[in-house]
């Protein structure tokens, strides 16, 4: 049985840093494309940034460029997400998720990821 459990949210100032983890259990996430998702209050599940399982390659939306990093631990099997400069409007709850593979690139699609964790709050407030 696969499981994903993110860790790490809470409540940061703007310009602030926050590092989310996601500890996989039943699969082994080097196999798989990983991805970042987030919801905030009113809005649709968006994708974040992605990781691909065939060479490690990343891709992000245009407004976490520079700022949001993705990253594996394949001793730990978890996911990493460092967040820097943080701004309100990332405020939200984050997912993390694990699928497949469409391709030799991931996608920041939400409908190409098969499992998810149960989320975890961002808040970004001063």
């Not at 983890?21 to 080097?30: D, F, Q, T, Y």
């Not at 940034?49 to 065939?54: F, K, L, Q, W």
């Not at 984050?94 to 989320?119: D, E, F, I, K, M």
Request: aromatic share 10%.
């Amino acid at each position: 049985q696969v499981q994903l459990v993110e860790s790490g949210g809470g409540l940061v100032q703007p310009g602030g840093s926050l590092r989310l983890s996601c500890a996989a259990s039943g699969l082994e996430l080097k196999y798989y494309d990983l991805g970042w998702f987030r919801q905030a209050p009113g809005k649709e599940r968006e994708a974040v940034i992605c990781m691909s399982h065939s060479d490690d390659s990343t891709f992000d939306i245009d407004s976490v460029k520079g700022r949001f990093t993705i990253s594996r631990d394949d001793v730990k099997n978890t996911i990493d997400l460092q967040m820097k400069n943080l701004k309100p409007e990332d405020t939200a709850v984050y997912y993390c998720a694990t699928g497949p593979g469409y391709g030799p690139w991931c996608r920041l699609v939400n409908a190409t990821y098969n499992h998810w964790g149960q989320g975890t709050q961002v808040t970004v407030s001063s």
